[in-house]
Nanobody
């Protein structure tokens, strides 16, 4: 059974930092892009960041460029999201996702192959 488990969420003041982790299990993820979506109360789920299977390509939503950094673990079944200069508008549930991308693109479809359960990030003003 495939599982994506997120950790690292929490409560932080504006301007602070958090590091999210995602560990995938149940299959080989060496040709899968991994990344993050988020959903704030009353809003649709939105793309945040993605990293290619080899860690060489990344992509970001405009709202987080320059503040967030995504990376891939050497074991290829982990992904990390370093979030700096957090804002109250970053408050959301953050979901890890994995999607087939053997070409090496840092792209996640809106309906990726696998989802995690989510971790809450709350940024206070």
């Amino acid at each position: 059974q495939v599982r994506l488990v997120e950790s690292g969420g929490g409560l932080v003041q504006a301007g602070g930092s958090l590091r999210l982790s995602c560990v995938a299990s149940g299959r080989t993820f060496s040709t899968y892009a991994m990344g993050w979506f988020r959903q704030a109360p009353g809003k649709e789920r939105e793309f945040v960041a993605a990293v290619s299977w080899n860690g060489l390509s990344t992509s970001y939503a405009d709202s987080v460029k320059g503040r967030f950094a995504i990376s891939r673990g050497t074991a290829k079944n982990t992904a990390y999201l370093q979030m700096n200069s957090l804002r109250p508008s970053d408050t959301a549930i953050y979901f890890c996702a994995a999607d087939r991308a053997p070409s090496g693109d840092a792209v996640l479809r809106t309906a990726p192959d696998y989802w995690g359960q989510g971790t809450q990030v709350t940024v206070s003003s």
